[in-house]
């Protein structure tokens, strides 16, 4: 019942890492609580996981400490991964914005790393509830005891893989916070990320005839901006752009001031003013002149809930130009001000987690805690959409496989 290494967590970060530990020679038990291994893999990227992307840097994450992810990024990469993926000869393809899919299932995926472990004597333990973990610490000899509904295990080095709070009912918990907080290592509040953005009832009733649209617009907040679909649904904003937008706007969490709303440019790359001017004189209505860049629908009642039923039934040339600078100014930054998000159910990862000033960016160990290892995302590092929270897995996981 003695292990070199237990892996709490067969997710995608927890059977990197044991594999990896496995291949080193280590004896290596993995835990989870789930009845099915890596369901979080299964149905990500609709079924086809988007695995990681071509282009991958720090850029690409949101932490308190934006250079931690750097070195295990850089130590085991997207080309890494892209060459197991290749070994393995599992089909993929590229789609926008260098994202990499699976041709065929992200079962596949989970086939090879359970594969990968199998072949490295990894040990498993599913469905297994862990109880509790003591640090004993006998002479100089220090073993984490985990008890189990299986059985007490032991082992010299513990390696918290159990993830963050998305969509709980695949099998996420809290776990790894408390765990860390067991251990005095500090964690920053987790909150949902990439994520709808609720919109509060009044704006929501006055946007009522807005939802449905489908627009290729900028969603920007502080120094960030992303161009993409964004969405107008019966709850807030939703599409790609949005749910990019929605991790930068809830790091205002962590901040004091006054919360400031996100801005959606519908008109990327053109300078509404100036294209305005160009049309000032003429006898166009303004709904028609916006429906060359918007579709027609959203562009009319865009223009009455902006600016009422004068922007809709008088010409261009009729309207002030108080009025034209006003609408110029919100086509290029239109404000609206989340009233929250759609929470845990809805995001498809955490911000926050376990303090990147707590671990080592080499090793993933938890300085103050030796033997202690947190990956993936349990850890204060959060990707973009577009396979960056995988490959934080993958590298995070190869790293602690090395060392732990
Ligand atoms: C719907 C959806 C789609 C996604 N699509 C993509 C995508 O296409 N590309 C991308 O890069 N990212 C995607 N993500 C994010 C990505 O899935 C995660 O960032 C990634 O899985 C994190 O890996 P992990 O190993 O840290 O955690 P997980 O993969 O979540 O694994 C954690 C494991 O720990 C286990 N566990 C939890 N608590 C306990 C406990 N108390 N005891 C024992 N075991 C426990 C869980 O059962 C689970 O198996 C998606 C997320 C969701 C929700």
């Given at each position: 019942?003695h292990?070199?290494?237990?892996?709490?967590?067969a997710?995608?970060?927890?059977?990197?890492?044991?594999?990896?530990a496995?291949?080193r020679g280590?004896?290596v038990?993995?835990?989870?609580h789930?009845e099915k291994?890596?369901?979080?893999?299964r149905?990500?990227?609709?079924?086809?996981?988007?695995f990681?992307n071509?282009t991958?840097?720090?850029d690409n994450?949101?932490?308190?400490?934006p250079?931690f992810?750097?070195s295990?990024?850089?130590?085991?990469?997207q080309f890494d991964?892209?060459?197991?993926?290749?070994?393995?000869r599992?089909?993929y393809?590229e789609?926008e914005h260098?994202?990499?899919?699976?041709?065929?299932?992200?079962?596949e995926?989970?086939?090879?790393l359970r594969?990968?472990?199998?072949?490295?004597?990894?040990?498993w333990?599913?469905?297994c509830?862990?109880q509790?973990?003591?640090l004993?610490?006998?002479?100089?000899?220090k073993?984490?005891?985990?008890?189990t509904?299986q059985?007490?295990?032991t082992c010299?080095?513990l390696v918290v893989?159990t993830?963050g709070l998305?969509?709980?009912k695949?099998?996420?918990?809290p776990f790894?916070?408390r765990l860390a907080?067991?251990?005095?290592i500090?964690?920053?509040?987790?909150?949902p990320a990439?994520v709808p953005?609720?919109?509060?009832?009044?704006?929501l009733e006055?946007?009522?005839p807005?939802a449905?649209?489908t627009?290729?617009?900028t969603?920007?907040?502080?120094?960030?901006?992303?161009r993409?679909?964004?969405l107008?649904?019966?709850r807030?904003?939703?599409?790609p752009a949005?749910l990019?937008?929605s991790?930068?706007w809830?790091m205002?969490?962590?901040r004091?001031?006054?919360?400031?709303?996100?801005?959606?440019?519908?008109?990327p790359?053109l300078?509404?003013g100036a294209?305005l001017?160009?049309?000032r004189?003429g006898?166009?209505?303004l709904?028609?002149?916006?429906?060359?860049?918007?579709p027609r629908?959203?562009?009319?009642?865009?223009?009455?809930?902006l600016g009422?039923?004068?922007m809709t039934?008088?010409?261009i040339?009729?309207?002030?130009r108080r009025?034209?600078?006003?609408?110029?100014?919100?086509?290029?930054?239109?404000p609206?001000m989340p009233?929250?998000?759609?929470?845990f159910?809805?995001?498809e990862?955490?911000l926050?987690?376990?303090s990147?000033?707590?671990?080592?960016?080499k090793?993933?160990e938890?300085?103050?805690?030796?033997?202690?290892?947190?990956?993936?995302?349990v850890?204060d590092?959060t990707?973009?959409?577009?396979?960056y929270?995988?490959?934080?897995?993958?590298?995070?996981?190869?790293?602690?496989?090395?060392f732990a």
């Amino acid at each position: 019942m003695h292990f070199d290494i237990i892996v709490i967590g067969a997710g995608a970060a927890g059977m990197m890492c044991a594999a990896q530990a496995g291949m080193r020679g280590r004896r290596v038990l993995l835990i989870d609580h789930a009845e099915k291994l890596g369901e979080r893999i299964r149905v990500s990227g609709g079924g086809r996981c988007n695995f990681t992307n071509r282009t991958v840097s720090a850029d690409n994450y949101l932490s308190q400490n934006p250079h931690f992810c750097r070195s295990a990024l850089a130590r085991f990469s997207q080309f890494d991964f892209i060459a197991m993926m290749d070994k393995r000869r599992i089909p993929y393809h590229e789609r926008e914005h260098g994202q990499l899919f699976c041709d065929e299932s992200a079962q596949e995926i989970i086939d090879m790393l359970r594969d990968a472990c199998e072949d490295a004597g990894v040990q498993w333990a599913f469905p297994c509830a862990v109880q509790q973990i003591k640090l004993q610490a006998a002479e100089a000899v220090k073993r984490y005891a985990v008890a189990t509904d299986q059985g007490c295990f032991t082992c010299q080095s513990l390696v918290v893989a159990t993830g963050g709070l998305a969509i709980p009912k695949i099998g996420a918990s809290p776990f790894g916070y408390r765990l860390a907080e067991q251990f005095g290592i500090p964690v920053i509040p987790p909150k949902p990320a990439l994520v709808p953005l609720a919109l509060a009832p009044e704006l929501l009733e006055a946007m009522k005839p807005l939802a449905g649209a489908t627009l290729d617009a900028t969603a920007q907040f502080d120094d960030a901006q992303f161009r993409e679909n964004v969405l107008i649904t019966h709850r807030g904003l939703s599409g790609p752009a949005i749910l990019q937008i929605s991790s930068y706007w809830q790091m205002q969490e962590y901040r004091a001031g006054k919360k400031q709303p996100v801005e959606i440019d519908l008109l990327p790359g053109l300078d509404a003013g100036a294209w305005l001017e160009e049309h000032r004189q003429g006898r166009v209505h303004l709904p028609n002149l916006l429906a060359e860049h918007l579709p027609r629908r959203f562009a009319h009642e865009w223009c009455a809930l902006l600016g009422g039923e004068k922007m809709t039934i008088r010409p261009i040339s009729e309207l002030g130009r108080r009025d034209l600078e006003m609408i110029a100014g919100k086509l290029n930054a239109w404000p609206l001000m989340p009233a929250g998000t759609l929470g845990f159910a809805k995001a498809e990862v955490t911000l926050g987690g376990v303090s990147t000033d707590a671990l080592s960016s080499k090793t993933m160990e938890a300085k103050a805690a030796p033997g202690l290892y947190f990956i993936g995302e349990v850890v204060d590092v959060t990707g973009w959409l577009g396979g960056y929270n995988f490959q934080w897995a993958w590298s995070s996981g190869w790293v602690a496989g090395q060392f732990a």
